[in-house]
């Protein structure tokens, strides 16, 4: 009886091992894992694929020991039991290992292959990829084998070539690739024919150093920005989701820990070359680079040194620019507008528009003060200038003396280059600081100034020359300020200028909110 029971137990313990080996080989087939339907796509792009002789397990379990195979068979059975209680995610992620790619058998050698040729003869070379640092980070075979591309299972993915090559290396003049173009294209050896002419790339690239894109315009599409929706799509938890701005730290993290794709967060760059003969637009930012930025600056009040901001009016009012240049200018009559093109320049006729007749010669009073105030800050800039070269360097006043000139120099060339009748405003504060900038200068030097001619723009009486005169403002006797009266004309007279009491970028106000002190600077015992 007892050996009855013994053979019993010892069938159903060898029909439980032969079971648990046969549902462990199982498990490893790549038929076990599309028995989970939410599998089937990652199973087709393997089937497809040049890896479809490898079973799934030997890239996903890394050759470590068998500590780590039991951990990754404990995973894969959790995510088993997830799938019959339906509690499974339906994006689910796999990670693979360095190791499982370069494990003896499958590419051992592949360090030490030397460069390879792919697709349309781009070479690359795994060495510097796998062992150096690139932009920083530590590559991973799937940081350029994407883990799922329908057809291209673990095989190279170009966006990803084209992101770490291109992000942040276009600008509107240059394209400076990391690498450059010929680290991954061989110069073509064969004679190529535009128009009736024959050329070869190597008389141009190497005898005479024209670069690529000298040539071949727009082969860059793209900018392979990362926006934060995209985070979503994995992440929801918002101590992580701040992490978005530590660029360091999200590159670690996705890429050299998880093995992360590059394009799963960064949008499309895309590649192709073309020549100028085939090129679809020329694009003018290319050679016309930033243009009107210091009149548009200008225009809203900013980017000057030791002023505050002050937009003009209109550009308060949110007035464009075409309101102001409204008249066609072009050259060689009708001839000249087709072949050059046409524009528009600003007319006074725009300012009586709006504001009527009265505005009529009012644009033209102002270019003449702001010349004449340009031409008295260009004078005491030429003093200085010529004060500073004979200061020596290491002379103790030699940067004091040097941080005024520049500055100086810096409002005045910002006003004067960037068309400073477009905020009249600010132009007239910006000289003004450029006028103190050069007072200072001469007092610290000790030196005399020269002879400066007067200007409206810089002694504080521009109220009335850009305005007040010419629109016949005419001044109160006396006006009500902080409940008392104050007799207006005779302070217009005695004191000089509408800038001793008034602030110009606030019309009409007075520079001080709550008290009386700018009147305390002429009144000793105060009112």
Not at 346 to 369: N, P, Q, R, T
Not at 447 to 468: I, N, R
């Amino acid at each position: 009886m007892k050996r009855m029971i013994l053979l019993v137990v010892a069938g159903f313990v060898l029909f439980f091992l032969a079971g648990f080996i046969f549902f462990f080989k199982f498990s490893t087939s790549p038929q076990f894992c599309k028995s989970c339907h939410i599998m089937e796509p990652y199973y087709k792009s393997w089937k497809a694929s040049k890896h479809n002789k490898v079973p799934c397990v030997d890239c996903h379990y890394p050759p470590v020991g068998h500590r780590t195979l039991l951990w990754k068979k404990f995973q894969a059975m959790s995510q088993v039991v997830k799938y019959v209680t339906r509690t499974y995610s339906s994006r689910p992620f796999a990670e693979i290992d360095d190791s499982a790619c370069l494990r003896e058998g499958c590419h051992s050698k592949r360090l030490v292959e030397g460069k390879l040729t792919f697709g349309k003869g781009i070479k690359f070379d795994h060495r510097p990829h796998l062992t150096e640092p690139r932009r920083g980070r530590n590559l991973r075979c799937v940081s350029c084998h994407s883990q799922m591309v329908v057809g291209k299972h673990l095989e190279v993915t170009l966006d990803t070539c084209y992101l770490c090559h291109f992000k942040g290396m276009k600008g509107s003049r240059k394209i400076e690739p990391i690498g450059g173009c010929t680290s991954c294209h061989e110069l073509p050896e064969k004679e190529f024919t535009l128009g009736n002419i024959k050329y070869k790339h190597k008389d141009f690239v190497i005898k005479h150093g024209v670069e690529c894109q000298s040539c071949h315009l727009d082969v860059i599409q793209g900018e392979g920005d990362a926006p934060k929706e995209r985070c979503y799509s994995c992440h929801n938890q918002p101590e992580k989701l701040e992490k978005y701005t530590d660029i360091p730290f999200i590159h670690e993290n996705h890429i050299t820990k998880r093995g992360v794709a590059c394009f799963h967060c960064h949008t499309e760059m895309t590649h192709s070359v073309k020549t100028v003969a085939r090129a679809s637009k020329i694009d003018c930012a290319m050679c016309h680079i930033d243009m009107h930025t210091g009149q548009k600056e200008m225009y809203e009040g900013r980017g000057g040194e030791g002023v505050s901001e002050m937009p003009s009016p209109m550009s308060l009012a949110h007035v464009d620019c075409l309101a102001c240049h409204v008249v066609e200018a072009h050259k060689g009559g009708e001839a000249g507008q087709y072949f050059m093109g046409m524009t528009f320049k600003a007319s006074e006729a725009g300012c009586i528009k709006c504001h009527g007749e009265k505005y009529k010669g009012l644009v033209a009073e102002w270019k003449k003060e702001l010349d004449a105030s340009l031409k008295a800050v260009d004078a005491g800039l030429n003093g200085a200038r010529n004060i500073l070269s004979q200061v020596p360097p290491d002379a103790p006043n030699f940067s004091s003396l040097n941080s005024l000139y520049d500055g100086a120099r810096y409002n005045y060339d910002f006003v004067r280059l960037s068309t400073g009748i477009h905020n009249i405003y600010y132009s007239a504060k910006l000289l003004e600081k450029a006028s103190n900038d050069l007072k200072d200068f001469f007092k610290e030097s000790k030196q005399a100034p020269p002879e400066l001619p007067k200007a409206s723009l810089l002694d504080g009486s521009f109220c009335t020359a850009l305005c007040h005169a010419k629109l016949g403002v005419k001044i109160p006797e006396e006006v009500k300020y902080k409940g008392k009266e104050m007799p207006h004309s005779m302070h217009v007279e005695e004191v000089g200028t509408c800038a001793s009491c008034h602030d110009i970028g606030r019309h009409k106000e007075m520079p001080l909110k709550s008290d009386l002190s700018i009147c305390n600077t002429c009144h000793e015992k105060g009112i």
